[in-house]
């Protein structure tokens, strides 16, 4: 394991023998990173993210902290699931689940680009690109294969089907199939 000495890691965190920490990054209370896992500089890893192999978190990406949501309580144990090989770039900013039972699910194989956000209770699927400054409310899920553009903001509880293509500056309130 190579982790920077600025680095913060909690004790109860379990990291892969493979897995890489860059200065200045923040890996908090019980979350496990995978194998082959490279955590760049200034990311924060919040309490009980569990990522699975192969995801880059760049720098400043916000991973797992708590969810926007009035009726969370701090009490509850939720968590944020990640699949394989998603690449989490500058900015990224994805929120864990408001309730035990419902945590934020991120397949494998996504691209997010800067600045993206996911919103806590979103199920994201497999193999989809989400480009820079765009947003999914809470509970929104996203099937396989699909392409979320720039600026996008998507409305909660929406939900963006397989292969769906949402275009630049879009504003989505209803689903798509």
Request: aromatic share 8%; charged share 15%.
């Amino acid at each position: 394991m190579k982790i920077h000495p600025s680095a913060i890691v909690h004790p109860t965190a379990q990291l892969h023998e493979t897995v890489e920490v860059g200065p200045f990054s923040i890996i908090d209370e019980a979350a496990v990173i995978g194998e082959g896992c490279w955590i760049e500089s200034c990311v924060r890893i919040h309490a009980r993210t569990v990522m699975g192999k192969n995801n880059r978190c760049h720098h400043s990406a916000i991973i797992g902290c708590e969810p926007q949501d009035l009726g969370y309580d701090r009490s509850t144990p939720a968590y944020v699931k990640i699949g394989d090989g998603n690449v989490f770039k500058e900015g990224s900013n994805i929120h864990r689940g408001s309730k035990a039972e419902t945590p934020t699910v991120i397949g494998n194989n996504n691209y997010f680009m800067g600045n993206f956000h996911v919103g806590h209770d979103c199920i994201i699927g497999n193999n989809s690109i989400y480009t820079h400054g765009a947003v999914l409310a809470g509970h929104v899920t996203v099937g396989d294969f699909a392409f979320i553009s720039g600026l996008v903001a998507v409305h909660q509880f929406c939900r963006i089907g397989d292969y769906s293509m949402v275009a630049g500056c879009s504003k989505i309130v209803k689903d798509v199939p």
